[in-house]
Nanobody, 124 residues
Framework: QLVESGGGLVQTGGSLRLSCVLSGFTLDYYAMGWFRQAPGKEREVVSC????????WYADSVKGRFTISRDNAKNSVYLQMNSLKPEDTAVYYC???????????????????WGQGTQVTVSS
């Protein structure tokens, strides 16, 4: 089970930190991803972090503003979001991959376990 938290309403330029806590399985062996889905749009990948070497991947739209991290001791993954923009408004989902390393281009297909999502709203 994956449970996200930390979403909310923030003004343009503000920051939020999303958290995802895993239960029932250990984080140590899985690449973890954050996805988002805006109203009327398809779910898209935001970021991914590998378990094998901690390498990270970011969508171009968030590169330089968002930071993904993991704390295996707490079985948790985080997404620090800075300089938020109205176009970042979406439901954000945490997901666990069946692989230790993030794909070259992460897609939903390789992520088999999903959280329920947390709403992020950025006002202009």
């Amino acid at each position: 089970q994956l449970v996200e938290s930390g979403g909310g309403l923030v003004q343009t330029g503000g920051s939020l930190r999303l958290s995802c806590v895993l239960s029932g399985f250990t984080l140590d062996y899985y690449a973890m991803g954050w996805f988002r889905q805006a109203p009327g749009k398809e779910r898209e990948v935001v970021s991914c972090i590998s378990s094998s070497d901690g390498s990270t991947w970011y969508a171009d739209s968030v590169k330089g503003r968002f930071t993904i991290s993991r704390d295996n001791a707490k079985n948790s993954v985080y997404l620090q979001m800075n300089s938020l923009k109205p176009e970042d408004t979406a439901v954000y989902y945490c997901a666990a991959s069946g692989w230790e390393k993030c794909p070259v281009t992460p897609t939903m297909v390789v992520f088999g376990s999903w959280g329920q999502g947390t709403q992020v709203t950025v006002s202009s």
